[in-house]
């Protein structure tokens, strides 16, 4: 079974320009999380999906941020512009929500640097 | 909403001795605490988790202990080996186990 992927896995680009992440969870994950990690902290969430609908963007910076999840599967996390402290690892994770397990399954992530 | 700490930060340890990490939580509705390892520029991964219904679950050299009442849980490793220098997270789940709340997270140095 092929995991989580997320391309690009890392990304330098100066501030104030956009950049763009995709993400392709696993086969019949209905539930789509993006978070960001900070060296040295844990993952915090973004914004999560359930199918096409975002349930939760609490903590989605919406001046600059956009998600979406097109036909409930695949997902772009948007960033425009860019600032300094937007460099972090934005991963994608996914779940089947509603069965027997919660576990969420993490995609390798994509480095971001803004310089 | 849910609010997780985690401590140590740090924490190094001597191969073949135990580790344990502590995390607490804030929200008694919380009935999913899973913990990730992580290793250096990789993804997390579950390596065990524990549903409120439970006091203590084991695999093999990894065990996980709850307590609701005290909303504190721990992560203990025996036998530890150089292979499990990573950094740990925990995390706690909403009853719908949809939205997790991690905490800041443990980097476990075992020292040969």
Excluded: M
């Excluded at chain 1, 359930?50 to 956009?66: C, H, T």
């Excluded at chain 2, 992560?75 to 740990?88: C, F, G, N, R, W």
């Amino acid at each position: 079974e092929a995991g989580v992927v997320q391309s690009p896995r890392y990304k330098i680009i100066e501030k104030k320009q956009p950049v763009a992440f995709w993400c392709n969870p696993i086969s019949g994950h209905n539930t789509l999380y993006w978070y960001l990690q900070n060296l040295g902290q844990g993952p915090e969430l973004l914004i999560r999906y359930e199918n096409e609908e975002a349930v939760d963007d609490s903590q989605l910076p919406k001046d600059r941020f956009s998600a979406e999840r097109l036909k409930g599967v695949d997902s772009t996390l948007k960033i425009q512009p860019a600032e300094l402290g937007d460099s972090a690892v934005y991963l994608c994770a996914s779940s089947y929500g509603g069965g027997p397990t919660y576990e969420q399954y993490f995609g390798p992530g994509t480095r971001l640097t803004v310089t | 909403g849910e609010n997780v700490e985690q401590h140590p930060s740090t924490l190094s340890v001597q191969e073949g001795d135990s580790a344990v990490i502590k995390c607490t939580y804030s929200d008694s509705a919380s009935n999913y605490f899973p913990w990730y390892k992580q290793e250096l520029g990789k993804r997390p991964q579950l390596i065990i988790d524990i549903r409120s219904n439970v006091g203590e679950k084991k695999d093999q050299r990894i065990a996980v202990t709850l307590n609701k009442t005290a909303k504190h849980f721990s992560l203990h490793i025996t036998e530890t080996q150089p292979e499990d220098s990573a950094v740990y997270f925990c995390a706690a789940s909403e009853a719908n186990g949809n939205q997790f709340y991690f905490g800041t997270g443990t980097s476990l140095t075992v020292i040969p």
